[in-house]
């Protein structure tokens, strides 16, 4: 049975940072593409970063570049989320996911699995 179960959330101030982990159990996490998506109140889940098995190469949302980066350590099957600078719009639930591929893709449609999800609340 795979799971992942997201950690890591709260209620911060502006220009806080936050890190969020993800453990993934049921599946071969090394192969494995992985993703952190988000959902605010009232909008869609959006896409916000993406790490690719083997070398890690990642991909951004334009609104986190260069305020959030993720990374995986394959030996303790987590993802991380470093989410500096936070912004009120950095509100939502945070989700993790993976995908078969590999790939690290920015689209929630190509992802197999998913986490419960991690509050995170940026108050101004």
Same mark, same amino acid.
């Given at each position: 049975?795979?799971?992942?179960?997201? $950690?890591?959330?709260?209620?911060?101030?502006?220009?806080?940072?936050?890190?969020? +982990?993800?453990?993934? +159990? !049921?599946?071969?996490? +090394? $192969?494995?593409?992985?993703?952190?998506?988000?959902?605010?109140?009232?909008?869609?889940?959006?896409?916000?970063?993406?790490?690719?098995?083997?070398?890690?190469?990642?991909?951004?949302? %334009?609104?986190?570049? !260069?305020?959030?980066?993720?990374?995986?350590?394959?030996?303790?099957?987590?993802?991380?989320?470093?989410?500096?600078?936070?912004?009120?719009?950095? *509100?939502?639930?945070? /989700?993790?996911? !993976?995908?078969?591929?590999?790939?690290? /893709?920015?689209?929630? %449609?190509? /992802?197999?699995?998913?986490?419960?999800? *991690?509050?995170?609340?940026?108050?101004?």
């Amino acid at each position: 049975q795979v799971q992942l179960v997201e $950690s890591g959330g709260g209620l911060v101030q502006v220009g806080d940072s936050l890190r969020l +982990s993800c453990i993934a +159990s !049921g599946l071969p996490f +090394s $192969s494995y593409g992985m993703g952190w998506f988000r959902q605010a109140p009232g909008k869609e889940r959006e896409f916000v970063a993406a790490i690719a098995w083997g070398d890690g190469d990642t991909k951004y949302a %334009d609104s986190v570049k !260069g305020r959030f980066t993720i990374s995986r350590d394959d030996a303790k099957n987590t993802v991380y989320l470093q989410m500096n600078s936070l912004k009120p719009e950095d *509100t939502g639930i945070y /989700y993790c996911a !993976g995908e078969r591929y590999g790939q690290g /893709y920015d689209n929630s %449609d190509l /992802y197999d699995y998913w986490g419960q999800g *991690t509050q995170v609340a940026v108050s101004s």
